[in-house]
């Protein structure tokens, strides 16, 4: 009939995944954008190409140590994959998550168009710290099984028990250098926990117990820095490595 209005057409609802995008907060909306920024500068490849060279560098640790001898062998190798290769290669990564600048010009893409640079940092470095967790506990499961021989402890276990500790102590790198991303031009700070870590990462006074080295070192049986049980030096990873990412996400505040 003319002049009646037609009715008026439901609105469908929205798909579950955007729904769930709705109800985010803007800091969550800030952080997530920070984990894929961070994840999609990890897909390059030169990060990729680092992480190939540190899975090489830990099989030719683990194949010299298995050539001097059996025994012992898995020890040795994780030693030096967790002095060395570990770092280094998580340092490549970590930087390359933050586009090899600071974390918080590392955050001004989506920073730019209003989101927190304080919550995009921080996705950036929880992102860096869940990628070198994944990587530090590769690069010793790689280890073990190369090494592993007949008069070693059972295989699984120690792919376990090496796969954990790599996991933290990636982590607890990753969050050093994203700290140390926020100071100095193009975040060259990263470096100096880098040069503290391999000078004085593993005395036995207070600098041991702060750094990952030290603690990876008490982890897989050697001297504990500051006389510290293995469950407090897994204990000092696991909490450094999360309180290293806010700190550094804090140095990003506007």
């Not at 699984?156 to 969050?175: E, K, M, N, P, Q």
Request: proline content about 7%; glycine content about 12%.
């Amino acid at each position: 009939m003319l002049g009646e209005r037609a009715p008026i057409a439901a609105v469908p609802p929205l798909p579950p995944a955007e729904a769930a995008f709705e109800r985010k907060t803007p800091a969550q909306i800030a952080v997530r954008l920070g984990v894929e920024m961070a994840l999609g500068r990890l897909r390059a490849r030169r990060p990729l190409l680092a992480l190939g060279l540190g899975v090489s560098l830990a099989v030719a640790a683990a194949v010299i140590e298995v050539a001097f001898g059996s025994s012992g062998a898995v020890d040795r190798a994780l030693l030096a994959t967790f002095r060395l290769v570990t770092p280094l290669t998580v340092f490549a990564l970590a930087a390359d998550a933050a586009d090899r600048t600071t974390l918080r010009e590392a955050a001004w893409p989506a920073a730019r168009f209003g989101a927190s640079s304080h919550h995009v940092a921080l996705g950036i470095a929880l992102a860096a710290g869940l990628s070198a967790a994944l990587v530090g506990a590769l690069l010793a499961v790689v280890v073990v099984a190369i090494a592993h021989g007949p008069g070693a402890a059972p295989l699984v276990r120690d792919v376990f028990t090496s796969g954990w500790i790599g996991a933290l102590t990636g982590a607890a790198y990753a969050g050093w250098f994203s700290l140390g991303a926020t100071f100095l031009r193009r975040g060259h700070g990263r470096f100096v926990p880098l040069a503290a870590d391999f000078l004085l990462g593993g005395s036995a006074g207070i600098v041991g117990a702060l750094m990952p080295r030290g603690n990876a070192v008490n982890l897989l049986g050697g001297p504990p820095p500051l006389g510290l049980g293995q469950p407090a030096s897994a204990g000092l990873l696991a909490l450094g490595a999360l309180l290293l990412a806010l700190a550094a996400a804090a140095r990003c505040k506007e």
